[in-house]
């Protein structure tokens, strides 16, 4: 018997097909893993089921016009993806805001962040088997996507900054909101903890698999979580500082491992952050405007601007060609979920089928995102 | 390094690049053929240590195309935006930065998928997204697609 289980024998190699109707890919993306046995070999992509060509889009509207579509690029960061996007557009102009409008845009990315990690808790947890967790991160979500309704008028796609500003005023109700809804946080988020992060099964699943190294982390492009996970420092919020994040108090959480488990471990911790930057600005929101009147047809110089900001994902991205044009010349937007899709080939080589479900949860994609 | 001190430094290295300021970030342009050499010199110099390459962008300009690329170094912080261009619409083709920034892998695909432009050296040009019978590349500016665009 032993003599036929040496690692010797190699079967013959075959492919298989992992989506694009797969639950763990989490929308429509089409992987082709090339197989030795059980043993991932190599994963070839196939993607654009959901290209809406939105940068093309985008060269034919206006920059006030732009800010909508990017709601629809990664629909869990839709604050930020606005937000980028608007940011780009004052800088270029050099559109003062008012402080105000810098809190209540951080206050609103930092909600973002949150639900949109309380869902990928959810989420991930349901890719490995479990069950309860995935409640658990939906009913802190909800909470949040009922502030978010109030004020913006949506849930999901909320497309609330416009260039100079929000585009409404807070809801009376958000400041008491907001801290029921810390006070809630704070309760329920030890429960994560306990009912997932020490589970046996969901440790071995995720520990020491779709390892990455810090140095290969930043050569691959890696950036948010998934690149905080290997021990890189890479929090826009902290390097490249914007609206207020210059005036709150906060930790990048970095782990050193570089497995699933470390990429885990960094987003349940920075959803204590972001309940502490929350906690820092809700009794702290200046008095004043929420917009500055800007003209009705904004052209801006001829030149190239970028603008990232730290989605919940990692580093998103605005590059803006411009000709001095009322529209743009050339819109991108620089995906996180791309990015960090382009290690997936390394993390996933010599693991089993099943561990690249781990991994592919673990980078946290969002198909539209990557299809753009 | 500030924007002073790295096209001091640049310039040393070739005489034929282009500096430009109108933007957010330093835009150095420099010729195809130089292309990989100083992409090589802009990751190992101990000075500038681009190691991050966060945006590669396929840009139709128009009368040539190109790409442009961002670069930061997570050492120093600065940030360096590297454009090219070629003249060759027809059959476009440029040198492939993937074995010295990885994350260059898939980002020139995307470009090849919607610019048509070849990279050197890169073993895995394939249409990511649009798929292999897609006619034209969408992004170009010339690019026309009377059933499922609409311009106003």
Redesign the interface.
Known sequence: MGEFLTDNIKTQEYFLNMGPQHPATHGVLRLLLQLNGEIVENI?????YV?R?I??MCE?DTYQQIIHLTDRLDYLSSHMNNEAVALAVE??LGIEVPDRVKVIRTMMSELTRFASHALWYGVNAMDIGAITPFMYGFRERELINDIMEETCGARLTMNYNKVGGVRYDLHPNFQKKVKDFIKHARKKLPDYDAVLSNNIIFKKRMKNVGFIDK??A????L?GPTARGSG???DVRK??PYSAYDRVQFNEITFTEGDSYARYRVRIREMWESLSILEQLVDNIPEGDYKVKTKAVLKL????????VESARG?F?V?I?SRGDKLPY?V?F?SPN??N???LN?MAKGVKIADVVAILSSIDIVVPDI?R | MTNEELKNKLSGWYNDLRFTETGTYLNVEVSPKNLKSLAEKLKSDPDCAFNYLFCYTGVDFGEELGVMVHLESTAFRHILVLTTKTSDRENPELDSLHEIWPAAFLQEMEVFDFFGIKFKGHPHLKRLFMGEEWKGYPLRKDYVDNVNMIIR
């Open positions: 070839d992509m196939d993607l654009g290209h060509s940068e093309k034919h800088k270029g140095d290969n930043v050569l691959y492009g950036s890189v420092s890479c390097v490249h110089p001829e030149g190239s601007y970028y603008q990232k580093e991205g590059h060609l050339r991108k620089r791309f990015a899709l382009s290690a390394k299809d």
